[in-house]
């Protein structure tokens, strides 16, 4: 795959985190840095998608949501509508422990013909760890305007591809929403 945009999900109302989450400082880095370190080695084509001044000392483009209040799916929509490739890594700001080779692994597993492709574990699919293809935008557009916005419910009305991972892989994968989730994190990464 020569051409691949990666978008970094920042919005979110982060309820749980109390802040912004993809500032939230983990190993005395912010989660976003984690994330665009594992990203770099593969690509500098990142772009940020965030109304939040806050990522402003980063040097990547920042887009605003396209329709507020629509969650990771809207999230998506303003990715896709902003990007110049046909496929898109799609990333959420919470997952610190993402590493090279297993964007490595998603990105050259995915074939053309999947709308989406994702890891999952026997327990849990990972829908904002992915490639999206530009195409599958009408789709996103008509689940925004009828307020359908389960991402696995998204994941079940296009063709997509899952890529099975044993459960013990699941820990590199895993969003962390909550301080007693990034409390667990920093005991389980010492």
């Known amino acids: 795959m020569k ?3 990666v978008f970094i999900l920042c919005g979110g109302k982060s309820t749980r985190m ?14 976003i840095e984690h994330i665009i370190k594992a990203i ?6 990142i772009k940020l998608i965030t109304g ?3 990522y402003d000392y980063l040097e990547y483009e920042k887009i605003p949501d396209i329709i507020l209040d629509k969650g990771p799916l809207g999230g998506i929509y303003t990715a896709l509508s902003n990007s110049g490739t046909e496929f898109n890594l799609i990333l959420s700001c919470d997952i610190p422990l993402i590493s090279t080779e297993l964007l490595q692994e998603l990105i050259s597993k995915h074939t053309k013909e ?5 890891f999952a574990s026997e327990s849990k699919t990972h829908p904002l760890i992915g490639i999206y293809s530009k195409d599958i935008l009408p789709i996103i557009k008509e689940a925004i305007d009828s307020d359908k916005l389960k991402m696995m419910d998204l994941l079940a009305k296009v063709p997509h591809q899952i890529l ?7 820990f590199p994968l895993t969003n962390i929403n909550s301080a007693d989730e990034l409390n667990d994190l920093n005991i389980n990464s010492i």
């Open 114 to 118: 999947a709308g989406i492709t994702v």
């Open 18 to 31: 109390q802040s912004e989450k993809g500032l939230v400082l983990f190993q005395e880095k912010p989660f």
């Open 40 to 45: 770099l080695p593969i690509t500098d084509q």
């Open 3 to 5: 051409t691949l945009t």
């Open 52 to 54: 939040s001044k806050e």
């Open 164 to 170: 099975n991972i044993e459960e013990s892989e699941n």
